[in-house]
């Protein structure tokens, strides 16, 4: 039982570049998450997505799009990277709790820097 | 809308003395709070919720709806508890449950 996974683990990306952070679950889990960890800032949701076919913005989206094609999976796609955009990403995913069960489990995060 | 406010980013006490890491939230409704650790180098973790009233590695939290408040305690820490800890809520069964939101963190350091 793998739990979150993500790709890749560390990236280093120029201005203006695009990529996909991919992330993946094996837990059957409904809801699933993204957020960026910043220093002294915190978790930040970016956005979540509580079945497939289902996304909605979290705090802070701009910059970023997300699609949920199946429960498994929930890629996080970055357009046009910014230096802002250079964080730490974390998926998480969770059982909705209308099925019992409210915590957490997230990936191990991707280092994203962006120059 | 859903706020959890930790008001200390860097919380530092020596072994074997009492910690307290404050967590303080907004939500209209009846929430559900968790306390999230992120240790060096491993991937966030939950240490305990509420609902549970347990306590995990000594740690203790209780709700307290009057305060707004579901601070973290432990009575001795210990060097291994160094580590990022943090607050999350989300909406209970009156509704509001798909988000998780955390808090800034506060990040805390046990010294021998």
């Known amino acids: 039982n793998a739990g979150v996974t993500q790709t890749p683990k560390f990236r280093i990306l120029k201005i203006g570049q695009s990529m996909t952070l991919q992330c993946t679950q094996d837990?059957?889990?409904?809801?699933m998450y993204w957020y960026r960890q910043d220093p002294g800032m915190g978790l930040k949701l970016i956005y979540y997505?509580?079945?497939?076919?289902?996304?909605d913005k979290g705090e802070v989206p701009n910059g970023y799009n997300v699609s949920r094609s199946t429960t498994e999976d929930f890629p996080l796609r970055l357009e046009l990277a910014a230096p802002s955009q250079t964080s730490v990403y974390f998926c998480?995913?969770?059982?909705?709790?209308?099925?019992?069960?409210?915590?957490?489990?997230f990936g191990q995060g991707t280092r994203l820097t962006v120059v | 809308a859903q706020r959890v406010t930790q008001p200390e980013k860097l919380l530092s006490v020596f072994k074997g003395a009492p910690v307290e890491l404050k967590c303080n939230y907004s939500?209209?409704?009846?929430?559900?709070l968790f306390w999230y650790v992120q240790y060096s180098r491993q991937r966030l973790q939950l240490l305990l919720r509420?609902?549970s009233r347990e306590s995990i590695k000594g740690f203790t939290a209780d709700l307290n709806k009057g305060e707004t408040s579901f601070h973290l305690k432990k009575p001795f820490a210990q060097e291994e508890d160094s580590a990022m800890y943090y607050c999350?809520?989300?909406?209970?069964?009156?509704?509001?449950?798909?988000?998780?939101?955390f808090g800034k963190g506060t990040k805390l350091t046990v010294n021998p």
């Open positions: 939500y209209s409704g009846s929430p559900e």
């Open positions: 999350a809520l989300t909406g209970g069964a009156q509704g509001g449950s798909e988000k998780l939101v």
């Open positions: 997505s509580v079945g497939a076919g289902i996304t």
């Open positions: 509420h609902i």
């Open positions: 837990m059957n889990h409904n809801y």
């Open positions: 998480a995913s969770r059982q909705g709790r209308s099925f019992g069960g409210t915590e957490a489990f």
